[in-house]
């Protein structure tokens, strides 16, 4: 029996310019990332970076949402290609890596992305759920195609380098965190601060300018729509644990009165 390549339609989606609208999930549990996966997001990022995700929580969530037609990404803890070479393994294709400050670091994630000679991914073959245990014949040679590198920009350094970034070949979007940046420019916790905004939307011009798809993520409808504006595709706008904590406050809120 031979397998198709799963198609990464997420990657097509930017690649159109389709606007997407994204939610974290950090509750790190399968059954609620299906019941995430019924509503109407077009992506789901599962965080490893803040939420407490592991290689079998994340794994669990891929199979829960497989079934679905809303996308599905991964946001690692850090750059470490071993851990990059088994999220790739257990068959996620579109990769959020953050804290992505220069040109050089961006180069390294793209190799720890792909197979040599241009790149340094180990090959796992029958081990790996993404080649359905070597049953997709041509995983090796159709796989550079649809796996997708997005790199997060949250600090003056990667904004100072951002053009740089943006031109590394391999690179196929760049995504904007306010919070670190509303941090990192001295307004902790305003990531809607006059400034941030500033900031965030120079950001996204420059990102058009070189041609990558911007994201951003917000949750302020007015500013997401300004963010639109400037050329953003795809947003973050929720998290499913502050959609969870915000319906239960509010429940309670209404019996309360």
């Known amino acids: ?20 609208l994204g939610a974290f999930l950090g509750l790190a549990d399968a059954y609620s990332a299906e019941l ?28 829960a949402l497989a079934a679905y037609p809303v ?12 851990t990059i070479k088994r999220l790739l393994d257990i068959g996620v294709q579109t990769l959020l890596l953050p804290m992505v ?15 040599p000679p241009v790149g340094v991914r180990g090959v796992g073959g029958g081990l790996a759920r993404a080649t359905h245990w070597s049953r997709v014949s041509n995983y090796a040679d159709a796989v ?5 590198l997005l790199v997060q920009i949250e600090t003056p350094a990667g904004l100072q380098e951002l053009e740089a970034i943006c031109n590394v070949d391999g690179v196929d979007g760049v995504f904007l965190g306010p919070a670190d940046l509303a941090a990192a420019l001295g307004y902790f ?17 420059r990102i058009r300018a070189a041609g990558k798809p911007a994201g951003v993520y917000c949750a302020d409808p007015v500013m997401a729509a300004r963010y639109r504006e400037l050329g953003a595709s795809f947003f973050l706008i929720a ?17 309360r009165s």
Request: hydrophobic share 45%; with cysteine; proline share 5%.
């Open 1 to 20: 029996m031979s397998l198709t390549m799963p198609i990464n339609t997420f990657k097509q989606a930017l690649l159109a310019g389709d606007l997407q």
């Open 36 to 63: 995430m996966a019924n509503t109407a997001f077009d992506w789901l990022l599962i965080d490893a970076e803040h939420g407490p995700n592991d290689l079998r929580s994340i794994l669990a969530q891929l199979q």
């Open 71 to 82: 996308k599905s990404a991964v946001r690692p803890p850090d750059h470490n290609a071993t």
């Open 101 to 115: 400050e220069s040109a050089e670091q961006a180069r390294q994630l793209v190799r720890a992305m792909h197979y």
């Open 144 to 148: 550079a195609e649809q796996l997708c």
């Open 189 to 205: 916790g305003q990531p809607g601060h006059p400034e941030v905004s500033r900031v965030v939307e120079q950001a996204l011009s």
């Open 239 to 255: 998290a499913d644990t502050i959609l969870l904590r915000t319906a239960a406050d509010a429940q309670v809120a209404r019996f």
